[in-house]
């Protein structure tokens, strides 16, 4: 389902309010977003001109609270269908980022979240959906995030369908892997979205986000974490956390 309302807030780090930012946001217009409410942040007038010039409303609303729990409060109370978290770049925090509460927003919201890194050149015109990469290992949360961007398909131009191999695999399970890559590029055809399909080995996070820059992506659209054993969590970076850590364009994450 398309979103119709939008909660934008910031990632705890200081909101800069850039033009790139802003043109990510504005282009959900397209699909009908009418408001986009604006959590402990009192975006400038240039960002109400602009949003109200194709048609959305932007209201500010004082904080309720720390932390994600009271965001992700507001945004069941507002009934928002997406949440977009305006993320620093990341270099006060180093090695440590993404920061806490912009971890917690990710790890617990039940409601597609899109983060864009404030770091970004460029003015957003070419589209946030314009060269989407999907990076998939065909889990639930996964199929999801394919299923989201379908309700966008008017709008994608190209679409890189990427998978990530991180153990070895026998000849059967190549024969699966591209059998299941080739399905969901079908799937994408069949909806009039050029998609490609792709195979990557290596690090998970690190190899999605090289894959954005190979094929110079405007987004990248992944699942939401699947649940892991209590000690693989302390020891293992979380794949979500690592590409959104790592992608110096939007990521979509969907739950």
């Known amino acids: 389902m398309k979103p119709t309302r939008l909660l934008c807030t910031s990632g705890g780090e200081k909101c800069l309010f850039l033009p790139s930012s802003l043109g990510k946001i504005a ?51 507002e009934q928002v269908s997406l949440l977009v978290i305006l993320a620093g770049d990341g270099k006060e925090e180093g090695d440590s980022y993404p920061g806490t509460l912009l971890k917690d927003l990710i790890r617990d919201a039940g409601l597609p979240t899109l983060v864009v890194r404030e770091n970004e050149g460029g003015d957003g015109k070419g589209g946030l959906f314009s060269h ?17 961007l379908f309700d966008f398909r008017e709008f994608i131009v190209e679409m890189e369908v990427v998978h990530v191999i991180n153990e070895k695999l026998t000849v059967r399970d ?24 792709h195979y990557y080995a290596g690090d998970t996070a690190e190899e999605i ?24 969590r302390l020891f293992e970076e979380d794949p979500v956390l690592g590409v959104v850590k790592r992608s110096p364009i939007p990521v979509l994450i969907v739950p």
């Open 27 to 77: 282009d959900f217009h397209k699909a009908g977003v009418t408001e986009v409410l604006f959590y402990g942040i009192d975006p400038p007038p240039a960002w109400k001109e602009t949003l109200g010039k194709v048609s959305i409303t932007a209201r500010a609303i004082p904080p309720e609270g720390e932390g994600a729990v009271s965001v992700l409060r507001t945004a069941e109370r």
């Open 132 to 148: 989407v990469v999907l990076g998939t290992n065909w889990t639930e949360p996964s199929e999801r995030a394919l299923a989201f």
């Open 174 to 197: 190549m024969r699966e892997l591209k059998a299941k890559l080739t399905d969901t590029r079908r799937q994408c055809l069949d909806l009039d979205i050029d998609a490609e399909a």
């Open 209 to 232: 986000v090289t894959s954005s820059r190979d094929y110079r992506g405007s987004m990248i659209a992944i699942g939401g974490s699947t649940e892991k054993p209590f000690l693989r």
